[in-house]
Nanobody, 131 residues
Framework: QVQLVESGGRLVQAGESLRLSCTVS????????MAWFRQAPGKERTIVAV????????YYSDSVKGRFSISRDNAENTVYLQMNRLKAEDTAIYYC????????????????????????WGQGTQVTVSS
């Protein structure tokens, strides 16, 4: 059974930083492209950031580019989302997702953007940014 467990969400003030973590168990983490999505109240779930299974490629949505950073530690089966200069509009439930890949040079740089491409999801962690 594959499990993704997010942690790190909390209430912060605008301008502060926060780091989210997502630990994966039950399958080979190192072969998975990993992503963070978020869903604000009354809105659809949207992509935030993606890191390829190799770590060689990353993708960021325009709304977080330059402020957020995604990274992974394959030894710890964990993906991180470092969030800096947080804004009120970053308030959302943040979800971690895993997309298993067959390792190859081509897949090593893939950063899937659609939630339909992800097979496994965490339960979400709430981030609230107070202005």
């Amino acid at each position: 059974q594959v499990q993704l467990v997010e942690s790190g969400g909390r209430l912060v003030q605008a301008g502060e930083s926060l780091r989210l973590s997502c630990t994966v168990s039950g399958r080979t983490f190192s072969n998975c492209a990993m992503a963070w999505f978020r869903q604000a109240p009354g809105k659809e779930r949207t992509i935030v950031a993606v890191i390829s299974w190799s770590g060689r490629s990353t993708y960021y949505s325009d709304s977080v580019k330059g402020r957020f950073s995604i990274s992974r530690d394959n030894a710890e089966n964990t993906v991180y989302l470092q969030m800096n200069r947080l804004k009120a509009e970053d308030t959302a439930i943040y979800y971690c997702a895993a997309d298993p890949k067959t390792p190859s040079f081509a897949t090593s740089i893939e950063t899937p953007r659609s939630d339909h491409e992800y097979d496994y999801w965490g339960q979400g962690t709430q981030v609230t940014v107070s202005s």
